[in-house]
């Protein structure tokens, strides 16, 4: 097969990359030059582990290219995807579909023999349907069939998602697209993943539906750590006691300080309007951002607390600003609600973050970077952990409360038990529903 992935981000160029280990001929089109620049010589634009080793494998076999001019890329190419962002729209919410219908109209200009359009941006129900007239409408002679493939990966985790799905959702209304999309998969159909085949509006829901439940999951145990402080209980205890059930599942059931990232809080925005387009309105998930919303504030607040009621003056070193480990995006982060209130507080704020430098520089200005917690930790106030990357998590606490002017910890990962923490010399410890 010959595919064309246009979109090189955190989506693309992921799909991109296995698509070829699978064996088919890639080529990747993305309009900044700077990325398809360095994609050039080999340099891979975000963090994403294990990406580099594949990617230069597969382009040593001469399977995967890059380039900026998307004609070259659907020159000879049987499916086409569409991978670039869906924002959400300033203002009201809403998914910002200029990206998609401007690749739509990009692919029609340039579309000679028949291939599938593929969406695999996650896009509101019946986009795929406006892909295909948008299509029709700039280029009358375009053969094509539209196909909604939309994608599941989780950052820091792409790799292993992409080549061992739990499912893989295929929208397509004709037998030919549905073949193409069957050969683009068969490495994965042929070890028994799941493929599901559904029309186009089915795919599309598939998607929201997935991600607004998930975001729901992660909100519910937030409010249930929240409750948990108030009686006395422990959110762990309690979330290992419900995850043990078949029915619930032990996943996405950590408390935290809300749900952030490229993804939830754009979905449950945009599956929110859809409903209030078509009457029908999503008050669960409507709930679900209202209460993260007031998560992130919570953890404010725990915060402030902990220093007995202000952070004017003090020194906060803050542990990962990711919006979760294994990745360098910070979209949505909750550090980007905590840092700035803290700042705005009065704090001064030390920041470590294996690979948020790059983007936080820019988000989090007025913080200080470290390359090491103990560095961070030296003189502060209080020890924040955000972000649960792996090494947050064995820390030497007594050196760190040793380095410390006033050693406390809000540790909004719950990574640290509060015995162990006290034990090592800290005065004070603050978790989340503990
Ligand atoms: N990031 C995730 O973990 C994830 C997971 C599942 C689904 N998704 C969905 O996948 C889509 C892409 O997300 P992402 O995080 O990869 O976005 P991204 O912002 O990282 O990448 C989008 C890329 O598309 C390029 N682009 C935009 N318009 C273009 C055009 N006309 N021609 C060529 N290139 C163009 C941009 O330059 C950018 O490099 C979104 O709809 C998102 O909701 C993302």
């Known amino acids: 097969m010959r595919i064309a992935m246009i979109g090189t981000g955190y989506v693309g160029l992921v799909s991109g990359v296995c698509f070829s280990d699978f064996g088919h001929d890639v080529i990747c089109v993305d309009r900044s030059e700077e990325k398809i620049a360095k994609l050039e010589r080999g340099e891979v634009p975000i963090y994403e582990p ?4 594949i990617l230069a494998r597969n382009v040593e076999a001469g399977r995967l290219q890059f380039t900026t001019d998307i004609a070259t890329a659907l020159e000879g190419a049987e499916a086409v995807f569409i991978a670039v962002g869906t924002p959400s729209r300033r203002g009201d919410g809403h998914a910002d579909l200029s990206y998609v219908m401007g690749a739509a109209e990009d692919i029609a200009r340039s579309l000679k023999d028949y291939a599938v359009v593929v ?9 795929n349907r406006k892909v295909g007239e948008v299509i029709r409408a700039t280029n009358p002679e375009a053969n094509f069939d539209v196909a909604s493939n939309p994608e599941f990966m989780r950052e820091g985790a792409a790799i292993e998602d992409f080549m061992k799905p739990d499912r893989v959702v ?23 993943f799941p493929i599901v085949y559904t029309g186009l509006e089915t795919a599309e829901m598939i998607k929201y539906a997935s991600n607004a ?53 754009k979905d449950t925005s945009a599956l929110t309007r859809i409903g209030q387009e078509h009457g029908c309105p999503m008050r669960i998930t409507e709930t679900v951002i209202t209460v993260n919303e007031a998560v992130k504030r919570r953890m404010i607040d725990k915060v402030l607390d902990l220093c007995g009621g202000s952070v004017n003056g003090a020194t906060v070193a803050v542990l990962g600003v990711t919006f979760k480990p294994e990745t360098d995006d910070m979209r949505e982060s909750p550090s980007l609600t905590i840092v700035p209130a803290l700042i ?10 294996p690979q948020g430098r790059r983007e936080g520089e820019r988000l989090l200005p007025g913080v200080s970077w470290e390359s090491d917690p103990y560095e961070a930790a030296r003189d502060a106030d209080v020890l924040l952990t955000l972000t649960a990357w792996n090494e947050f998590r064995a820390l030497d606490l007594r050196r760190l409360s040793e380095a410390m002017a006033t050693p406390r910890m809000a540790d909004l990962r719950n990574i640290y038990e509060r015995e162990d923490v006290l034990e090592a010399g800290f005065i004070a410890y603050e978790g989340v529903g503990r």
């Open 50 to 53: 294990g990406l580099d080793a």
């Open 119 to 127: 969406t695999k941006s996650t896009v509101p129900v019946g986009t």
């Open 170 to 192: 295929i929208g397509v209304e004709s037998e030919r697209a549905r073949e193409i999309m069957g050969d683009i998969y068969r490495p994965l159909y042929l070890r028994d």
């Open 213 to 265: 439940f998930l975001a729901t999951k992660i909100t519910f145990i937030n409010e249930i750590a929240a409750l948990c402080e108030r009686v006395g209980a422990n959110v762990k205890d309690v979330a290992k006691g419900m995850g043990l059930d078949g029915r619930i599942g032990n996943k996405f059931l950590h408390a935290g300080p809300g749900y952030g990232g490229s993804c939830f809080p």
């Open 344 to 353: 705005g507080g009065g704090a001064r704020v030390r920041v470590v973050d």
